[in-house]
């Protein structure tokens, strides 16, 4: 897995307010193959990876994973222990809302016409960032929580939502613990 200064975000259909959806955390090496023997943990578990996020850490020679998953918190405890036994894994943790801050960005094109434009800015003030604006549509960017950008998207889905993309969580843990 060779990472420059740019990130990989993939980002799939994550289960909706679900307790069996947990966010896990891995530094590992910087080095090809690396996202697919951890990827392939998941698999032969049959976890789901809902959202990836993979991107070079503060010391080029490792790199961040952020993977949501869903699946038991028993399967999740043995995926975990699995994984950190994987040869280029340095850490592996799952982190929960009390441990850990998350966030995730997210970029909405919205289907404006003339007559609609007032009352869509108007629900964008304050809440969210007009990135583009062109040809009768907003490209609409938010950073939140997952709940925070789901009930974004539900308000704006009255507006005409064309497009979505989202990022997958990111997570960093709180205080000096390290992530």
């Known amino acids: 897995m060779v990472i420059a200064s740019w990130d990989l975000v993939i980002h799939m259909n994550i289960p909706k307010k679900n307790p069996n959806v947990h966010t896990i955390s891995m530094l590992v090496a910087n080095k090809p193959g690396v996202l697919v023997r951890c990827a392939q943990v998941f698999a032969r578990r049959g976890f ?22 869903t699946g038991d918190p028993q399967t999740l405890e043995q995926i975990i ?13 799952e982190h ?9 960005f ?13 009352a869509t800015l108007k629900l964008i003030k304050g809440r969210a960032h007009v990135i583009d604006e062109k040809q009768g549509s907003l490209i609409v960017g938010k ?37």
Do not use: C
């Not at 959202?51 to 070079?56: F, K, M, N, T």
């Open 96 to 104: 929960t809302g009390v441990d850990s801050i998350d966030r995730e």
């Open 81 to 93: 222990k699995q994984t950190a036994k994987l040869i280029d894994v340095i850490h592996v943790s």
């Open 48 to 69: 789901n990876i809902d959202a990836l996020v993979v991107s070079a850490s503060v010391n080029p020679k490792y790199s961040r994973m952020t993977i949501t998953a």
């Open 143 to 179: 950073t939140g929580t997952t709940d925070d950008l789901d009930q974004f998207e539900e308000e704006l889905k009255k507006f005409g939502i064309i497009e979505m993309v989202r990022s997958g969580k990111l997570v960093m843990a709180k205080g000096k613990e390290s992530t």
């Open 106 to 118: 997210a970029l909405f094109k919205l289907n404006v016409p003339p007559a609609k434009r007032a």
